[in-house]
């Protein structure tokens, strides 16, 4: 045989060696590690696809709702503080990272990065509960799903899915299973989350939304100055509430952080550039449609009027030549502000209460306990004398009963009265 003849052998042979390389992949796949015949590929590819949709969903979730999916825990406001435990923000509940409870105590209800993966984890185990395989059942494929085991993974910019349920897909002849299924999806969800923790650690440090909310308070509501007038001074209460609430309204919206996301139209704009630099868009949303606490203490204060007295025009003080009214009021003022992140397809946002203690902004918080947790204080150890209580019913007979006292959310037993008392 000539050279000419073994180079076409050789061409030949290679051409079929790619030949059946090539047949053997049209027939059979390998996911996982398992062959998986062309023809059932189909199914498990869609049963991949309903786990991407599942946790580009759970995703989502989780970044409007603050790190969390589910609902519950709800706790309502009061009168003293009409904060829920939840923003209603678009008829969506979100979490208070940060908020005064309706018996007045500060709570804070950050969730870890664990417990976010977790509930999306529970979520995408039920979303896939629901994977529909009707139209590959009227294909003739008969299709075997068990129950799913979900496993989330969050990190900067993806989000790892991995579930473990045996899939047994089979028509004719041939049958093909799988037990593990992982899945990744392009999720900003880990980085914002990181910078919003960021960001609500440093509102708790250095009370930047407080101390914004004072500076509109002090812009927009009657707290201290000098009119030269002889006449009273006098305000009406609600409008002073409502235009308080405007102002916080407006001001709120333009507060950004130290970026490139945007173009200032000014120096004096600067002043709502709050120094912490951050590498994505972050805005702050306050709405005076939000329940917002506002109390006004000073003389001559009521649920109408807020009314300050001329100085000058009392007997004797006409020789002063002019009457001026000083006034002074304090104000406590609490209201939810929505930290947003975002970008032109993701979001992560988490509510906060911001609050103005005696027109200052609040202490600073800086707790020493992990996030979430909270010293339990227990009212009813600290009893300190003995009462006497007569128990009588309409027609001033005396009755037994059973006497305990109520103070916030605790109630203490006091004992049991006998012959009345």
């Not at 509501?221 to 209460?237: F, H, N, S, Y």
């Not at 333009?254 to 000014?266: A, C, D, R, V």
């Amino acid at each position: 045989m000539n050279k000419r003849g073994q180079v076409s052998v050789f061409v030949i042979v290679a051409l079929v060696i790619v030949a059946g390389i090539v047949l053997y992949f049209s027939f059979r796949e390998q996911i996982g590690g398992e062959q998986v015949p062309a023809e059932l590929m189909s199914v498990f590819d869609y049963y991949h696809s309903c786990i991407e949709n599942e946790a580009k969903t759970a995703a989502l979730l989780a970044g409007e709702g603050g790190g969390r999916i589910k609902v519950e825990d709800y706790t309502p406001g009061s009168e003293y503080a009409p904060f829920s435990s939840h923003l209603n923000f678009l008829g969506s509940p979100v979490k208070y990272w940060y908020y005064v409870s309706g018996n007045g105590l500060i709570k804070e209800q950050v969730p870890t990065k664990q417990e976010m993966e977790k509930e999306m984890a529970d979520y995408i185990e039920e979303g896939l509960k629901r994977c529909d395989f009707e139209y590959y059942f009227r294909q003739g494929f008969e299709v075997e799903a068990s129950e799913p085991s979900v496993e989330v993974d969050v990190y900067n910019r993806k989000v790892e899915v991995k579930v473990s349920a045996e899939l047994i897909v089979s028509k004719e002849d041939e049958t093909a299973r799988k037990d593990s299924h992982n899945a990744e999806i392009n999720s900003k969800l880990g980085k914002f989350y990181n910078l919003a923790l960021e960001i609500y650690t440093e509102e708790k440090k250095e009370m930047f939304l407080e101390k914004y909310g004072v500076d509109v308070l002090y812009n927009y509501a009657p707290v201290d100055g000098v009119e030269i007038q002889c006449a009273p001074k006098i305000w009406l209460t609600r409008k002073v509430m409502v235009d308080l609430k405007s102002g916080l309204d407006e001001n709120f919206r333009t507060i950004k952080f130290k970026g490139s996301y945007y173009e200032l139209q000014g120096e004096d704009r600067e002043y709502f550039v709050w120094d912490k630099p951050v590498d994505e868009a972050v805005q702050v949303v306050y709405s005076k449609d939000w329940p917002t606490k506002i109390e006004i203490y000073g003389d001559g204060v009521d649920d109408e009027i807020m009314i300050s007295e001329a100085v000058g025009t009392q007997a004797g003080m006409g020789v002063m030549g002019f009457c001026y009214v000083p006034y002074h009021f304090v104000y406590d003022v609490s209201f939810p502000a929505l930290i947003q992140i975002y970008d032109v397809e993701e979001l992560f946002q988490f509510p906060v209460v911001v609050v103005i203690d005696k027109n200052m902004p609040r202490n600073s918080l800086v707790s020493e306990m992990p996030l979430g947790e909270e010293e339990e204080f227990d009212l009813c150890e600290f009893k300190t004398e003995e009462v006497v209580v007569n128990i009588y019913d309409v027609n001033l007979n005396k009755v037994d009963a059973n006497v305990s006292y109520g103070c916030f959310n605790q109630k203490c037993r006091l004992g049991e009265s006998k012959c009345g008392t």
